[in-house]
């Protein structure tokens, strides 16, 4: 465009206060969307008397996020019960007991399960069947006594602290072992998942992780209907702590855009070996997801070859920065959702959605350097490879090309640009295969005699056929930068 081009009226941007909405494409008199390129007594062992040894805790009929989609079921432990590990103490080394035991296996058996049943009822383990304030648990052994009255010891996570690990399991611990018909301390908000006893010890397990930056409230009852010692003795009186979930982890957004192909960015998770089990998890399991995004596996990033040192030196591991934002804005165009670049819980769930599913960025990654030098040009970066370079112009001192990186917020195949030039006249012209990058600057076609150098009002202008080359290769969330 001549001098008369400049920053777009929103007359020109045509719908786009929509763009991003599922329901349209929002982009007004653009002739057609972007286009990516194609790239768990009596001398025996017992169940407890509730079904299956536990209740599972109800999920909260209001306010209650949805984990999963429609069909889709989260693996659940055996039935439902938390199970403990114990085993017998074989005979002394010393001479030939230890050949006894390894020779009679029905004796070792015998023992073992003599053993087992021991140890169950000395640790007081016992399964709570409850939702939010259940009551009744089956007895099986005392624990630790403090002296002085019955009294909640302590409660994990603590309370008051605002980086709570959310995948971890609240523990509330007494100074005495819990009484079998105990009523269960309530959790708001109120989420699926299961109480159980250990002795001093009332443990509740989520069934999914606490949502990010969530307040947690625990409300353990007091008196003669709340939770009571093995001795009958009543807490004085109720008592309610609170804790706040911790945002989810940058790094872990790293890892998973970085993963699914929307970062230039090759990561390798450190101590694989010790990590395949939690990684498995995490590909097939929701909860998985949401615990690796609160305490996510140590890795190395390394930026893909291909690219310039200028991209590299924009990026920082666990850090809010340019080439993040773009990857989210990327990751939003492909799924449909609101480009604004916003990091939320949506984000988050078609995140741990796509990366289960493994739907990789289609589109590819492209970099984009607009050099102000004479003679200008604008070369393009995509999946470490330049795909093309160009003549280019871009804005005149009196409104120049602002020098930075950012992302393609807005594209269209045409649009009118309308505005005022710096004399005070107006304009309104129209322009193709528009990526529009910051504000009113946009990568496109307009008609000059020759490219080069500094001709626009701060866009960067390109010829023809390398307007249309370039256009599907930006595509929503492709970094521009302007330098020179």
């Not at 093995?230 to 706040?244: D, M, N, R």
């Not at 004399?423 to 322009?431: A, F, I, L, Q, R």
């Not at 390109?462 to 970094?479: C, E, I, N, R, V």
């Amino acid at each position: 465009m001549s001098a008369q081009e400049g920053v777009r009226e929103d007359a020109g941007h045509g719908g786009d206060a929509q763009r991003g909405s599922p329901q349209g494409n929002g982009h007004g008199n653009a002739s057609g969307d972007h286009k990516a390129p194609q790239a768990a007594g009596n001398g025996q062992l017992t169940q407890p008397a509730e079904a299956n040894g536990q209740l599972t805790q109800p999920a909260a009929a209001n306010g209650q996020r949805q984990h999963a989609p429609a069909g889709q079921t989260q693996p659940a432990a055996a039935n439902g019960q938390t199970r403990r590990a114990a085993g017998g103490q074989p005979p002394s080394a010393g001479g030939s007991g230890l050949r006894e035991w390894a020779r009679h296996p029905r004796t070792r058996m015998i023992a073992l399960a003599a053993a087992i049943v021991a140890i169950l009822a000395g640790a007081g383990v016992y399964v709570v069947t409850s939702g939010n304030g259940g009551s009744a648990f089956p007895y099986i052994g005392p624990g630790v006594t403090f002296p002085g009255p019955f009294r909640v010891m302590s409660v994990l996570p603590a309370p008051g602290s605002q980086q709570a690990d959310g995948s971890q399991p609240i523990t509330v611990s007494f100074s005495a072992p819990v009484g079998s018909h105990s009523q269960i301390p309530t959790v708001t908000p109120n989420v699926a998942g299961h109480w159980q006893a250990n002795g001093d010890t009332m443990i509740f397990t989520p069934d999914l992780p606490f949502s990010p930056s969530t307040q947690v409230k625990v409300t353990v009852p007091g008196g003669g209907s709340g939770v009571q010692s093995a001795a009958g003795a009543a807490l004085a009186g109720p008592k309610t702590v609170q804790f706040t979930t911790a945002p989810y982890s940058t790094t872990r957004l790293d890892e998973l855009l970085s993963q699914l192909g929307y970062l230039p960015l090759q990561w390798q998770e450190s101590e694989l070996g010790m990590r395949t089990t939690s990684s498995q998890q995490a590909a097939t399991s929701l909860a998985g997801e949401e615990t690796l995004a609160y305490d996510p596996p140590s890795g190395v990033f390394n930026v893909a070859p291909g690219y310039p040192a200028s991209l590299a030196d924009q990026w920082q591991t666990g850090a809010d920065n340019v080439v993040l934002r773009g990857a989210v804005m990327a990751f939003q165009s492909e799924h449909n959702m609101s480009i604004t670049g916003d990091v939320t819980d949506g984000l988050w769930n078609a995140l741990f959605q796509a990366a289960m599913g493994g739907q990789n960025n289609a589109n590819g990654y492209t970099y984009a350097v607009a050099d102000q030098v004479d003679p200008e040009t604008l070369t393009i970066y995509h999946d470490g490879q330049v795909v093309m370079s160009s003549p280019a112009n871009t804005g005149i001192p009196a409104s120049p090309t602002v020098n930075g990186t950012f992302p393609v917020y807005e594209k269209f195949l045409n649009t009118i640009m309308s505005g005022t030039n710096p004399d005070g006249s107006t304009y309104s012209d129209p322009v193709q295969f528009v990526s529009y990058f910051n504000g009113g600057d946009a990568v496109h076609y307009f008609a000059r005699g020759s490219y080069g150098f500094q001709q626009s009002l701060g866009c960067v202008e390109l010829p023809l056929g390398a307007a249309q080359k370039a256009y599907p290769y930006l595509t929503y969330g492709s970094l521009v930068n302007v330098t020179g």
